[in-house]
């Protein structure tokens, strides 16, 4: 049963101040780990975040579950810095939903 259940996937010294804030945390430092953990979390949490550089290396599972309600599964900084794996994801799901880029609009 998911009740509002949030988690972070990643790097351990990247995600343990989650921890602080209540956040259920899963050491990930590979891909394989990183697919165990969310397949097992997607049944449980309503949200998960996961550090870009993992997200970015699991990119096929968690496009499966894009199509799917629960759950949210959002990329955030690995160690502070973003590689604009997460921003790719957004802007590509609005372009999809509305047909156009309206966050960036900017010519290639």
Known sequence: MREGKIAVVGD???ILAFKAISMEVFCADTKEEGETIVKKLAKTHSVI???ENLAEQMDSLLAKYKTKAYPAIIPIPSGG?????????IKADV???????????KED
């Open 49 to 51: 975040f996961i550090t």
């Open 95 to 105: 372009e999809r939903a509305i047909g156009t880029d309206i966050l960036f609009n």
């Open 81 to 89: 810095k973003s590689n604009g794996y997460g921003m790719q994801g």
């Open 12 to 14: 351990k010294d990247l």
